[in-house]
């Protein structure tokens, strides 16, 4: 009863909100991110940025045509000490949906055969491996995959609607519907799971799935108007209003901003299409990019990610190619020609992005949101600057800062997360603080930016596990920064490409120079740095198909203090 009757309020609460006037369902199929007309327009609309992203789309479409089709299903296994069940799990089901969506999108924009068998395939063998996640108990632990899975059912079901047969229709929306079932009496009305204090990341990743679910099958399942009640009250009451801290920050990390996002807007855009109610415009101002731009410093012209690489201080799995579909949808939705200039910073944007995160069992954590990026480019929309945009950022909710010189590319942009720093000038990472361990960084107190557009500063006081006592990131526009920092320890950073050193100089062949002004360099190991991919709070060691060495370069402080300067070359 108290589970019934809290959702009840919620449902209640949710009502009572302006977003909640819906229409009837639309009808037919496909539905969620396009019907047959628009389907039609984005079929005949191969010229400009959306034909390089369809090529990307294509070519991963041919790639996951390669794919082994998955035959047995991964169960639980108790105890997991270091999670490795847990993230074979997670990484299977990650796999399996990026495969079968993008397929099921690859077929709906084309109409090429092969992609429409291979996306039925798909969707037919993970509805029958993985339905037994129906059977057991569902949790926090399962939920965030599971619920992921469904999801991509569920798209797969409405894209590959007129490439199944009846007979395989009403087995894979049986499923749906049996797994959303299990989820939705065992999950989703647990007081804690309905609660607004379940409001942030796996909140919007679980409950946004669940929701685009209810809208695949809606008038086709009894019980999926109730589902999307509830969803639908979430989402208003809690999900969007309280999901990001009021600086525009995600509390568990920059990469979840981007995933948040991606879910939000999944959920929000098909529930739009499928009921008429717009929840981008009466929540605009929850839908925050001032991290994307914070933290975008270059183009992603293709290859295996790397941590860093093309947005600062964020994995290899975060970086450009994951936040280029948000940005895309962002400035579609709120007309913002700078978000489209950097989401077209990515020039892989479209693909899959085969990560570099592996487990033991050789399960693989892919993402697609290739198809998705496709339907949310604007092309009416030209990209461009904006000339109000900010150049420097406080978040202190996270303990982060950011400064840049410009949204050009080969431009200065630095971040600091708590005594983390890392700075990208000339197109890559040029400094990035070696911090060993698997610790989050240290704190630092007083956190801080002033900036009048010619100068920006970004300053704070060391806390006692901060490794110095005060620091400074001092940035010149247009091409020249300076990180002092009062210590008496050595330092060492880790850098990109391989700068040639003369004395305290190091120099990369486009002119881009870092330079020790006080203190010393007292050496630079060509392949100093080892990048190891490390899950599971530390517990669980992955196997890296690139394994990376990076250059690390140890400097000695001068009378307390290490002073570099950074500064872009002409081309």
């Known amino acids: 009863m108290l589970r019934k009757g809290l959702l009840s309020a919620l449902v209640l609460l949710g009502s009572a909100l302006p977003c909640m006037a819906s229409g009837p369902a639309a009808a037919g199929h496909p539905r969620l991110f396009f019907n047959a007309a628009e389907l039609k327009q984005l079929r005949s609309e191969r010229h400009g940025p959306r034909a390089f992203i369809w090529r990307n789309l294509a070519r991963s479409a041919d790639w996951c045509l390669t794919r082994p ?49 291979a996306g039925v395939e798909w969707a037919m063998a993970c509805c029958r491996v993985w339905q037994r996640e129906a059977d057991g108990q569902p949790d926090g632990g399962k939920a965030y995959a599971v619920t992921r899975l469904i999801k991509g059912l569920a798209v797969s079901y409405d894209l590959l609607y007129d490439r199944l047969g009846e007979a395989q229709r009403v087995e894979l929306r049986g499923t749906i519907i049996r797994l959303a079932k299990a989820y939705y009496d065992g999950y989703f009305t647990q007081p804690h799971i309905a609660a607004a204090t379940f409001h942030t990341h796996h909140a919007t990743v679980e409950w946004a799935s669940f929701g685009v679910a209810a809208l695949a099958v809606l008038g086709e399942a009894p019980e999926a108007d109730q589902w999307l009640a509830a969803t639908s009250a979430k989402f208003c009451a809690h999900l969007l209003p309280t999901g990001l801290e009021a600086d525009g920050a995600q509390v568990e990390g920059s990469t979840f901003w981007a995933s948040t996002m991606q879910y939000r807007l999944a959920f929000m855009d098909a529930h739009r299409r499928v009921t008429g109610e717009d929840l981008t415009k009466a929540f605009a101002q929850h839908m925050d990019a001032r991290l994307a731009l914070a933290s975008v410093a270059a183009l992603k012209p293709g290859g295996h990610d790397q941590d860093h690489e093309t947005v600062v201080l964020e994995p290899s799995y975060g970086q450009l190619n994951y936040y280029s579909p948000v940005l895309l949808a962002l400035a579609r939705e709120y007309r913002r020609p700078l978000l489209q200039r950097l989401a077209l910073w990515d020039k892989t944007v479209g693909s899959v992005q085969q990560s570099r995160y592996v487990t033991d069992n050789g399960e693989w954590m892919l993402f697609d949101w290739g198809g998705y990026a496709y339907a949310w480019y604007d092309p009416r929309l030209r990209a461009g600057r904006e000339p109000a945009a900010p150049l420097s950022f406080l978040f202190p909710s996270v303990n982060e800062a950011y400064v840049r010189a410009s949204y050009d590319v080969r431009g200065i942009v630095a971040g600091q997360r708590s005594n983390l720093v890392a700075v990208h000038a000339g197109g890559r990472p040029v400094f990035v603080d070696h911090r060993p361990g698997t610790k989050p960084p240290a704190s630092v107190a007083g956190l801080a930016v002033a900036d009048d557009r010619k100068r920006a500063t970004v300053s704070c006081q060391g806390a006692p596990d901060s490794g110095f006592t005060s620091q400074a990131l001092t940035l010149e526009r247009p091409g020249r920064l300076t990180l002092k920092r009062q210590t008496d320890a050595d330092q060492a950073w880790w850098c990109y490409g391989n700068p040639i050193r003369s004395g305290n100089i190091l120099r990369w062949d486009d002119g881009t120079v870092l330079e020790v002004k006080r203190g010393t360099i007292v050496s630079v190991e060509p392949e100093g740095y080892h990048d190891e991919k490390v899950v599971g709070l530390g517990l669980l060691r992955l196997k890296d198909p690139l394994p990376m060495s990076y250059p690390l370069v140890t400097a000695r402080p001068s009378q307390g203090a290490l002073v570099v300067e950074v500064r872009v070359g002409k081309r």
């Open 69 to 117: 089709l998955r035959k047995e299903w991964i169960a639980p296994v108790s105890p997991d000490p270091i999670y490795a069940n847990l993230y074979d799990r997670f990484y299977g089901m990650m796999h399996d949906m990026a495969v079968m969506e993008h397929l099921a999108f690859a077929y709906a924009y084309s109409g090429d055969a092969r992609y429409g068998k």
